[in-house]
Every structure is written in structure tokens, then in C-alpha cells.
């Protein structure tokens, strides 16, 4: 095992983990926000793969092109659950929030049937995009480049969203959260701003998706370990802190990475899982949780 | 001149960099009623933490029936006869108020007749007969503070700290509340109150002890209190410039 | 002398018991008029998941630790039952006590680090140990790894928990298991352990200040909660004759164990019930008509049912039968 091969596959795992770090971002948005763990995340992000594969087929347009598109697409998806499943599920009094994490589990289960029926269980992946199965080197290091666009848009999409957390919106997101019936005295609408902040969690789950199209099998099964692996991220980085998601998220990719060169490839999440009970039981709290 | 019940020994305690109570020192006898009052931010509810046990002091000692306390935690605390109410009303929401005094009786009485009847008497005490069977979450503000003592008082407690109990009530809730607690006392309860208002803290007291930024301002009874410019100043800090 | 509301209370219990001997009886009935394996089956697998839901309940209900990894404890005392069974020779009957203390342990082992975690740390969590153990169960050969084990006929006999038509009979062991745990609610519901636990669950700061241990009560409800869990494993590995890390440790079979439980009203006696008897069925017809022919309706069917008894009835199906429920939970503002 030549260094070189080592690092490729470091580097490989960091991408792939700030891929996961979007994903985990969404979430932990979401969570951060009103305190809802969104069980649908893993369906969403599978919604936006196969949202990007249809496109692709129809017209033609590469993955990278339906950026905005899907992420636009998502939005409206995270404001119409917002708006249809979780309002309704906030006055509640007890119990509250295990009713928000079945009613988000119910409704991936029914994404997951859908799609099934919709596009079958077979695999579908997308082959003749731009940058499929085109590779960059870099000395005796080689990468696929869907993979490198995807670490770059994904260090984007945080850029973007530590500006947020700047404007005015990204403050009253944050006034929202910290106490949401104080915030209504001052006439800032908690509907509003719950929605949107939906809205951008499933619009950075939807651009993961559309990354992850470009090089990942698409199934309805296909959410299910992504958003495993989110809520560790989430969890380990800290719920409700951006910053953690995305160092959580490096941390699991180049884990998981690195894992998968020590021992069988089918146990590879196992390294993941131990360093998130290791560290939980330092900081009970995740790297960076305030919540 | 018998034991005091409480001995609080330069009690110090700080937050980040707020310091929330330096070098606290007074005793409260058994069987008196102490208030504690101050304004926001004197340190009144933190004091009654440690007391209670939910936070350990940096420094300082608290003797409890000559017993050292302090660390030792708010579970060991009720078990040896401290009991307390909340500022902001905690109740077990999903339970009724019959079932949430149970809960405090439980600590004396092992089997679920002997708590059931000990929380009947406390209920019957704090005047929510009428409400044991109503879900806690469905109370008015003043039942759930008289849930909070109710509850508290289920435990059998020899010490009963009261936070902010007679704060926004009518002046009929409030009279109501004052007799509460003057027939607490009348079972041998000591009692130390925190309230923000003086007036009607001070009729009720035996003794009273002024906090303020953290520290003690002065102890004595209501009227020396009432009277010392420092006190005033302390509250009306505002009103005077320097 | 127990006064007036004492007295509502003691009268209430024990007409719970009264009921839930009625309907004890009723279910005993029930193969009478129901005839065909089919159904019986799909009564014997929602009688298994009530048991199971309501012993995830006492941890999950009753002390608020929302526990997504029971598989875990379902596993082990499956394994466990069916290890001794193969390999040494013991009857289930005293194999299922064996994997009901292993995963009661288990138990006790998770919630000693995880009970530190607050709400959804601790969900997540319980999520990835489950996840661990059914990595590592696919990849343990002394368990036969992935291919599982198959428990050979021995021949029919009470004491091998086998018969040559199981449906039948297994209606009364997993009946009898599924009130077993019925009865353990009913006790805790009343016992001083349940009080406790329901008020760790309401508030731990109020719950300290009256002198209940936090931990300590998260651990017992924990142990109990796991061990109930590992003998309806052991019962379920008997049933079907197989077990393997996929169906043991499957992070949808702990969703599949709490989901009653939810549906029906989460800490409560008759929610786990009431759920596994709405949503058993509902999920095993679903595939049974819509499965293979139109993939994916019955996930729609399942998954939409969720999302509505969710927002309709959040404090569960017994709010259908008893108003109090309802009003304790809404929040009229």
C-alpha cells in the first residue's frame, strides 16, 4: 500500500465527506431551527437524484447545469413539508417531538414507495454526463472529477451558508430558534421563516443529490445510508451548528475512507460509528452542539 | 439556644465571568421564616440552587441539620429534608395533579396507598382538592404554584425553599397564599422565601436577608430592613445617579 | 384511609385490569372464529409486535428514552434462544430466559454511557450501537455471519417450542407473551419505579428535586425494557425457524418495534396494543396485495397511514376511547 495510494484515498474520503457535510448541513439547519430531527432527509436526497437522472434523460441537461435547478425544486419540496406535515405537528403540547419524527419517518416510507413505483428498484445511473468517468491526476494521485466538482460545490454551498448566518435572514433565523413566541411579539412571522429555513435544508440536500447523481447509483434505497450517515454528522458535529456538520462530516468521510483500507470494505462504517460514540461520551453535546 | 437548621458559610459562586454570589454567610434557625430578597440579578436563585443542591458552589461550606451538603447533590438534598419550589413552574405535564404529588410522596412512602393518601393530605392543604384529578398542564398560573409547593410539601421536607411563590397574584390569591405558608410553618416547616416584592414578602418573614450584585447587604428583621438607605438605594438604584 | 380522588384512581386500575382481562379472553377466542393460516399468521406477528412494542414502551413511554435500536435487544435474546437451542440442546423455554437476561444487560450496558445523552443525541445513538451489531453480526462467524441460523425440527413439543402447524399454538405463546407485558405496564403504571420514570420523563429537574435518581431509573427501565424485548426475540426465533442479522438487528425492525407503541399512544397501557393491531395487518396486507405486482403501494399505504394517524391523532389511537388523552395533549393555546 504505496503512501500515494493512501492519500489518494484520503483525499477521495474528504471529498466525499464534505458531500456528506451538505447533507448533514440540511439537517442540522432544520434541527437547529425548530428543534424537528427531519426523518425524510434520506428520501429527499433520493427525490433529488432521481429528480436530476429525469431531467437528465428528458433533455439532456447535465447534472452540473441542474444545480439550481433541483436545488430550486427542493426548496419548494422543504416549505411544502413544512407547511403540509410539521406546522401542524408544533402544537403539540406532549410528545411533540416523537410525533414530528414519525410523521417525517412516515413520510419517507411513502417517498421510498413511491419512487419504487414510479421508477421500479432497479439501479439507473446517469453515463454520458459531462464529467462521468472522466478522472483528474495529479502525479501519481488520481480522482474522479465528478467527485472533485462535487467537494468544490459542497465548500460553496457552506460558504453561502456561513454568509447567511450574516444577513439579516440568517439573524432571524437564529432569533427564531432562540425563542420563537418571543420572536412573534415583534411581528417576525415563525411560519415565514420556518418555511424557508426548510426550504434551504432541502435545497442543500437537493444540490448533494444532483452532485451524488453524477457518480452514484440511483435507487429508492439509496437515502437511507446517506441520511445514517447525516444524523451521525449532525450528531457529532453538534445539532443545530453548521460549522459541525461540516467538520463532522470530514471527519466521517476520511474515516470511513481510511476504514475501508484497514478492514473489509462491508465494516468500513464501524470506524464512523466509533469515533462518534467516542466522542459523544466526551462531549455529550457533539463537537460544537449548543442545543 | 438551639442548633441552626441552615448554616451558609461564605458561599461563592460564579458563571462564566458573573459572579452570582460572593462570600454568602447567614443561618436560619428551625421553625423561622427567612425571606431572601434582592434585586434581579442579586443572586437569589442561584443561592437557592445551591442550597437545594442542582448546582455545586466554586467555595463555601452549607451545614444542613449540621450536616455538609454542598456537592453532594439536589437528590441526596430532598432525601434529607430539603424540598423546593421553581421560579418558572415545573410540572410533570402528562400527569395529573393527584399524580404529580405523588410523585413527591413517594420519596417517604414505599407503597402506593401510604403516597396516595400523604398526597390527598397535601392536596387537601394547598386547597386543590377539587383539581387531583385535572391534567397539571390545565391548571391557572396560581394552582400550578400551589402544585409546585403542594408537590414539594409531599416530601415530608424539614426545609421548604419557596421561589417567587406570592409573585402575580391578586391580593386575594396572595392573602390566601401568606396563610399557606404561615400554616406551614405552624407544622414545623422553616421556610426561606425569595420574593421580588417587598411588601408582601415582609409581613410574612421573621427574619429577612438582602442580597444584591452578588452579595449580602444586609440581614435582620422586616423593620430594620425597610429602613436601611442601603436597601432602598438597592432598588431604586436607578433613581439615583453615583 | 384513602380519600375520594384516591379512591377514583385505585377504582380506575382496577377496572383497566377487569378490561384488559375481557379482552385477554376475547383474544384467547379469537382462532375460533378465525380460520386459515394467513390470518392466523398475521394475528400471531401483530400479538408478537404488542408485546414487543409495549416492552419498548416502558422505556421509551413511560420513561420518555426514545430508544431507535431495540433490535439490538431483539437480536440477542433471538440468537441467544436459537444458539442454545442448535448448539447445546436447551429448550427455548429456558433459552428465552437466558437471551432475555444477556439482552437485559445489553441493556444496561448501552444505557450506561448513552443515558447522558439528552433526546436526540440519545435516539441517534441507540441508532448507530444498533447499527454496529448488525454490522458486526454479518460479520461474525461463530453466529454464521450473514446466512443466520436455521433451527432444524425436533420434532413437535412444548418443550422445543416447535409443532408441526405453529400457527396455532404460537397464537397462545406470543397472546401469553403480549399480556405478560400488558400486566408488567399495568404494574409499573402504578408502582412507585412508574411514577418515577414518568417523571424523569416530564421534567429531570423537578424529578431531582424530589429525590428521584435519574440514573438509576433510566437503567431499571432500560434493563426491563431490553430483557422484555429479548424474549419475544427468542419466541420470534422459535416461530419461524430462522434467524439472521437482517432480520434480527435491522435498524426497520427497531422503528417496527416503537411504531406501535407511537401510533397508539406512547406511554400508555392499550397503545402498544391498539397500534400493533392497526398497523401489522395494514403493513402485511399491503405487501401481501400490492407488494411485488405494483412495487411500492404498499410503502405508500404504510407511510401515508403514519403521516395521518401522526397529525390526526398525535396522542395516539386510544384518544379514539378515552377523551382525557386528547385533552391532556392538544395545546389549545
Same mark, same amino acid.
Given at each position: 500500500?504505496?503512501?500515494?495510494?493512501?492519500?489518494?484515498?484520503?483525499?477521495? =474520503?474528504?471529498?466525499?465527506?464534505?458531500?456528506?457535510?451538505?447533507?448533514?448541513?440540511?439537517?442540522?439547519?432544520?434541527? =437547529?431551527?425548530?428543534?424537528?430531527?427531519?426523518?425524510?432527509? +434520506?428520501?429527499?436526497?433520493?427525490?433529488?437524484?432521481?429528480?436530476?437522472?429525469?431531467?437528465?434523460?428528458?433533455?439532456?441537461?447535465?447534472?452540473?447545469?441542474?444545480?439550481?435547478?433541483?436545488?430550486?425544486?427542493?426548496?419548494?419540496?422543504?416549505? !411544502?413539508?413544512?407547511?403540509?406535515?410539521?406546522?401542524?405537528?408544533?402544537?403539540?403540547?406532549?410528545?411533540?417531538?416523537?410525533?414530528?419524527?414519525?410523521?417525517?419517518? +412516515?413520510?419517507?416510507?411513502?417517498?421510498? +414507495?413511491?419512487?419504487?413505483?414510479?421508477?421500479?428498484?432497479?439501479?439507473?445511473?446517469?453515463? !454520458?454526463?459531462?464529467?462521468?468517468?472522466?478522472?483528474?491526476?495529479?502525479?501519481?494521485?488520481?480522482?474522479?472529477?465528478?467527485?472533485?466538482?462535487?467537494?468544490?460545490?459542497?465548500?460553496?454551498?457552506?460558504?453561502?451558508?456561513?454568509?447567511?448566518?450574516?444577513?439579516?435572514? =440568517?439573524?432571524?433565523?437564529?432569533?427564531?430558534?432562540?425563542?420563537?413566541? !418571543?420572536?412573534?411579539?415583534?411581528?417576525?412571522?415563525?411560519?415565514?421563516?420556518?418555511?424557508?429555513?426548510?426550504?434551504?435544508?432541502?435545497?442543500?440536500?437537493?444540490?448533494?443529490?444532483?452532485?451524488?447523481?453524477?457518480?452514484?447509483?440511483?435507487?429508492?434505497?439509496?437515502?437511507?445510508?446517506?441520511?445514517?450517515?447525516?444524523?451521525?454528522?449532525?450528531?457529532?458535529?453538534?445539532?443545530?451548528?453548521?460549522?459541525?456538520?461540516?467538520?463532522?462530516?470530514?471527519?466521517?468521510?476520511?474515516?470511513?475512507?481510511?476504514?475501508?483500507?484497514?478492514?473489509?470494505?462491508?465494516?468500513?462504517?464501524?470506524?464512523?460509528?466509533?469515533?462518534?460514540?467516542?466522542?459523544?461520551?466526551?462531549?455529550?453535546? +457533539?463537537?460544537? =452542539?449548543?442545543? | 439556644?438551639?442548633?441552626?437548621?441552615?448554616?451558609?458559610?461564605?458561599?461563592?459562586?460564579?458563571?462564566?465571568?458573573?459572579?452570582?454570589?460572593?462570600?454568602?454567610?447567614?443561618?436560619?434557625?428551625?421553625?423561622?421564616?427567612?425571606?431572601?430578597?434582592?434585586?434581579?440579578?442579586?443572586?437569589?436563585?442561584?443561592?437557592?440552587? %445551591?442550597?437545594?443542591?442542582? %448546582?455545586?458552589?466554586?467555595?463555601?461550606?452549607?451545614?444542613?441539620?449540621?450536616?455538609?451538603?454542598?456537592?453532594?447533590?439536589?437528590?441526596?438534598?430532598?432525601?434529607?429534608?430539603?424540598?423546593?419550589?421553581?421560579?418558572?413552574?415545573?410540572?410533570?405535564?402528562?400527569?395529573?395533579?393527584?399524580?404529580?404529588?405523588?410523585?413527591?410522596?413517594?420519596?417517604?412512602?414505599?407503597?402506593?396507598?401510604?403516597?396516595?393518601?400523604?398526597?390527598?393530605?397535601?392536596?387537601?392543604?394547598?386547597? &386543590?382538592?377539587?383539581?387531583?384529578?385535572?391534567?397539571?398542564?390545565?391548571?391557572?398560573?396560581?394552582?400550578?404554584?400551589?402544585?409546585?409547593?403542594?408537590?414539594?410539601?409531599?416530601?415530608?421536607?424539614?426545609? &421548604?425553599?419557596?421561589?417567587?411563590? &406570592?409573585?402575580?397574584?391578586?391580593?386575594?390569591?396572595?392573602?390566601?397564599?401568606?396563610? *399557606?405558608?404561615?400554616?406551614?410553618?405552624?407544622?414545623?416547616?422553616?421556610? %426561606?422565601?425569595?420574593?421580588?416584592?417587598?411588601?408582601?414578602?415582609?409581613?410574612?418573614?421573621?427574619?429577612?436577608?438582602?442580597?444584591? *450584585?452578588?452579595?449580602?447587604?444586609?440581614?435582620?428583621?422586616?423593620?430594620?430592613?425597610?429602613?436601611?438607605?442601603?436597601?432602598?438605594?438597592?432598588?431604586?438604584?436607578?433613581?439615583?445617579?453615583? | 384511609?384513602?380519600?375520594?380522588?384516591?379512591?377514583? /384512581?385505585?377504582?380506575?386500575?382496577?377496572?383497566?385490569?377487569?378490561?384488559?382481562?375481557?379482552?385477554?379472553?376475547?383474544?384467547?377466542?379469537?382462532?375460533?372464529?378465525?380460520?386459515?393460516?394467513?390470518?392466523?399468521?398475521?394475528?400471531? @406477528?401483530?400479538?408478537?409486535?404488542?408485546?414487543?412494542?409495549?416492552?419498548?414502551?416502558?422505556?421509551?413511554?413511560?420513561?420518555?428514552?426514545?430508544?431507535?435500536?431495540?433490535?439490538?435487544?431483539?437480536?440477542?435474546?433471538?440468537?441467544?434462544?436459537?444458539?442454545?437451542?442448535?448448539?447445546?440442546?436447551?429448550?427455548?423455554?429456558?433459552?428465552?430466559?437466558?437471551?432475555?437476561? @444477556?439482552?437485559?444487560?445489553?441493556?444496561? $450496558?448501552?444505557?450506561?454511557?448513552?443515558?447522558?445523552?439528552?433526546?436526540?443525541?440519545?435516539?441517534?445513538?441507540?441508532?448507530?450501537?444498533?447499527?454496529?451489531?448488525?454490522? @458486526?453480526?454479518?460479520?461474525?462467524?461463530?453466529?454464521?455471519?450473514?446466512?443466520?441460523?436455521?433451527?432444524?425440527?425436533?420434532?413437535?413439543?412444548?418443550?422445543? /417450542?416447535?409443532?408441526?402447524?405453529?400457527?396455532?399454538?404460537?397464537?397462545?405463546?406470543?397472546?401469553?407473551?403480549?399480556?405478560?407485558?400488558?400486566?408488567?405496564?399495568?404494574?409499573?403504571?402504578?408502582?412507585?419505579?412508574?411514577?418515577?420514570?414518568?417523571?424523569?420523563?416530564?421534567?429531570?429537574?423537578?424529578?431531582?428535586?424530589?429525590?428521584?435518581?435519574?440514573?438509576?431509573?433510566?437503567?431499571?427501565?432500560?434493563?426491563?425494557?431490553?430483557?422484555?424485548?429479548?424474549?419475544?426475540?427468542?419466541?420470534?426465533?422459535?416461530?419461524?425457524?430462522?434467524?439472521?442479522?437482517?432480520?434480527?438487528?435491522?435498524?426497520? /425492525?427497531?422503528?417496527?418495534?416503537?411504531?406501535?407503541?407511537?401510533?397508539?399512544?406512547?406511554?400508555?397501557?392499550?397503545?402498544?396494543?391498539?397500534?400493533?393491531?392497526?398497523?401489522?395487518?395494514?403493513?402485511?396486507?399491503?405487501?401481501?396485495?400490492?407488494?411485488?405486482?405494483?412495487?411500492?403501494?404498499?410503502?405508500?399505504?404504510?407511510?401515508? $397511514?403514519?403521516?395521518?394517524?401522526?397529525?390526526?391523532?398525535?396522542?395516539?389511537?386510544?384518544?379514539?376511547?378515552?377523551?382525557?388523552?386528547?385533552?391532556?395533549?392538544?395545546?389549545?393555546?
Amino acid at each position: 500500500m504505496s503512501p500515494a495510494l493512501i492519500l489518494q484515498v484520503a483525499i477521495g =474520503g474528504v471529498l466525499m465527506g464534505l458531500l456528506y457535510a451538505v447533507v448533514a448541513a440540511g439537517l442540522t439547519l432544520i434541527f =437547529g431551527l425548530m428543534n424537528v430531527v427531519n426523518f425524510a432527509h +434520506g428520501a429527499l436526497l433520493m427525490a433529488a437524484m432521481y429528480a436530476t437522472w429525469l431531467i437528465h434523460r428528458s433533455t439532456g441537461l447535465d447534472p452540473l447545469l441542474q444545480l439550481p435547478l433541483v436545488a430550486a425544486l427542493l426548496f419548494g419540496t422543504g416549505v !411544502a413539508i413544512y407547511r403540509g406535515l410539521i406546522a401542524r405537528t408544533l402544537q403539540i403540547r406532549v410528545n411533540g417531538a416523537m410525533v414530528q419524527i414519525f410523521a417525517t419517518f +412516515g413520510l419517507s416510507i411513502f417517498l421510498v +414507495g413511491l419512487a419504487q413505483l414510479v421508477f421500479g428498484s432497479d439501479f439507473q445511473s446517469i453515463n !454520458a454526463s459531462f464529467l462521468g468517468g472522466r478522472t483528474l491526476a495529479l502525479g501519481a494521485i488520481v480522482l474522479p472529477l465528478p467527485l472533485i466538482a462535487s467537494g468544490v460545490v459542497s465548500l460553496l454551498v457552506f460558504l453561502a451558508l456561513f454568509r447567511l448566518s450574516r444577513t439579516e435572514f =440568517g439573524r432571524a433565523l437564529e432569533a427564531t430558534r432562540e425563542d420563537f413566541e !418571543a420572536v412573534a411579539l415583534i411581528g417576525v412571522d415563525r411560519d415565514r421563516i420556518f418555511g424557508i429555513g426548510w426550504g434551504i435544508g432541502a435545497a442543500a440536500v437537493g444540490i448533494a443529490g444532483v452532485l451524488l447523481a453524477n457518480f452514484y447509483y440511483i435507487s429508492p434505497d439509496v437515502g437511507t445510508n446517506f441520511a445514517l450517515i447525516a444524523y451521525v454528522a449532525v450528531a457529532l458535529g453538534g445539532f443545530g451548528s453548521i460549522l459541525g456538520a461540516l467538520i463532522a462530516g470530514l471527519v466521517i468521510g476520511l474515516t470511513e475512507a481510511l476504514t475501508a483500507l484497514v478492514v473489509d470494505p462491508s465494516l468500513k462504517q464501524i470506524g464512523i460509528f466509533l469515533i462518534y460514540l467516542a466522542v459523544l461520551m466526551f462531549r455529550p453535546r +457533539g463537537l460544537f =452542539g449548543k442545543l | 439556644m438551639a442548633e441552626p437548621l441552615l448554616r451558609i458559610r461564605e458561599i461563592s459562586k460564579s458563571f462564566g465571568s458573573v459572579a452570582a454570589n460572593v462570600d454568602i454567610s447567614f443561618d436560619v434557625a428551625e421553625g423561622e421564616i427567612l425571606g431572601l430578597i434582592g434585586p434581579n440579578g442579586a443572586g437569589k436563585s442561584s443561592l437557592f440552587n %445551591i442550597i437545594a443542591g442542582e %448546582i455545586v458552589p466554586d467555595r463555601g461550606e452549607i451545614l444542613f441539620a449540621g450536616q455538609r451538603i454542598s456537592g453532594i447533590g439536589a437528590v441526596a438534598c430532598a432525601k434529607l429534608g430539603i424540598g423546593r419550589t421553581f421560579q418558572v413552574v415545573r410540572s410533570f405535564d402528562s400527569m395529573t395533579v393527584l399524580e404529580n404529588v405523588m410523585v413527591g410522596a413517594f420519596l417517604r412512602a414505599r407503597r402506593t396507598r401510604a403516597a396516595l393518601r400523604r398526597a390527598e393530605e397535601v392536596i387537601a392543604l394547598c386547597g &386543590l382538592a377539587g383539581r387531583s384529578d385535572t391534567a397539571a398542564h390545565r391548571l391557572s398560573p396560581p394552582e400550578k404554584r400551589r402544585l409546585e409547593i403542594a408537590r414539594a410539601l409531599a416530601t415530608e421536607p424539614r426545609l &421548604l425553599l419557596l421561589d417567587e411563590v &406570592l409573585t402575580g397574584l391578586t391580593p386575594t390569591e396572595a392573602r390566601e397564599g401568606m396563610q *399557606l405558608v404561615r400554616g406551614l410553618r405552624a407544622q414545623g416547616i422553616t421556610i %426561606i422565601m425569595v420574593e421580588h416584592v417587598m411588601e408582601v414578602l415582609l409581613p410574612l418573614v421573621d427574619r429577612a436577608v438582602v442580597l444584591n *450584585l452578588g452579595r449580602k447587604l444586609m440581614e435582620g428583621v422586616p423593620a430594620e430592613i425597610v429602613r436601611h438607605p442601603e436597601v432602598i438605594r438597592a432598588y431604586l438604584g436607578d433613581r439615583y445617579s453615583g | 384511609m384513602v380519600g375520594r380522588a384516591g379512591r377514583a /384512581l385505585l377504582s380506575r386500575r382496577r377496572r383497566e385490569l377487569f378490561f384488559g382481562v375481557i379482552v385477554l379472553a376475547l383474544l384467547a377466542a379469537l382462532p375460533l372464529g378465525v380460520h386459515g393460516a394467513y390470518l392466523r399468521g398475521l394475528i400471531v @406477528l401483530a400479538l408478537l409486535y404488542a408485546g414487543l412494542s409495549q416492552a419498548w414502551n416502558i422505556l421509551g413511554g413511560y420513561c420518555g428514552q426514545i430508544s431507535l435500536g431495540h433490535a439490538l435487544y431483539f437480536g440477542i435474546g433471538a440468537y441467544t434462544s436459537a444458539l442454545l437451542f442448535t448448539r447445546v440442546g436447551i429448550s427455548p423455554l429456558i433459552g428465552m430466559f437466558a437471551g432475555g437476561l @444477556l439482552s437485559g444487560l445489553s441493556a444496561l $450496558l448501552v444505557g450506561i454511557p448513552c443515558f447522558r445523552l439528552s433526546g436526540h443525541y440519545y435516539a441517534i445513538a441507540t441508532i448507530v450501537i444498533g447499527m454496529m451489531a448488525a454490522l @458486526l453480526a454479518s460479520n461474525w462467524d461463530f453466529i454464521n455471519a450473514a446466512q443466520g441460523i436455521t433451527i432444524p425440527f425436533h420434532g413437535e413439543a412444548w418443550q422445543n /417450542l416447535q409443532f408441526r402447524t405453529a400457527v396455532l399454538p404460537f397464537h397462545y405463546v406470543m397472546l401469553v407473551y403480549a399480556a405478560l407485558m400488558w400486566l408488567i405496564a399495568w404494574v409499573i403504571e402504578g408502582s412507585r419505579w412508574g411514577f418515577h420514570w414518568r417523571a424523569v420523563k416530564d421534567d429531570v429537574t423537578a424529578a431531582r428535586s424530589l429525590g428521584v435518581s435519574i440514573y438509576p431509573s433510566k437503567l431499571a427501565a432500560a434493563a426491563i425494557s431490553g430483557a422484555a424485548t429479548g424474549i419475544g426475540g427468542a419466541l420470534y426465533a422459535q416461530y419461524v425457524g430462522f434467524i439472521d442479522p437482517e432480520s434480527a438487528f435491522d435498524l426497520s /425492525l427497531s422503528v417496527l418495534i416503537a411504531l406501535p407503541a407511537v401510533v397508539g399512544g406512547i406511554g400508555t397501557l392499550w397503545g402498544p396494543l391498539l397500534g400493533a393491531a392497526v398497523l401489522i395487518p395494514v403493513q402485511q396486507l399491503s405487501v401481501a396485495w400490492f407488494g411485488s405486482a405494483a412495487g411500492g403501494i404498499d410503502l405508500m399505504v404504510y407511510g401515508a $397511514l403514519i403521516m395521518v394517524l401522526a397529525l390526526s391523532r398525535p396522542e395516539g389511537l386510544v384518544s379514539f376511547f378515552h377523551t382525557r388523552a386528547r385533552q391532556e395533549v392538544i395545546d389549545h393555546g
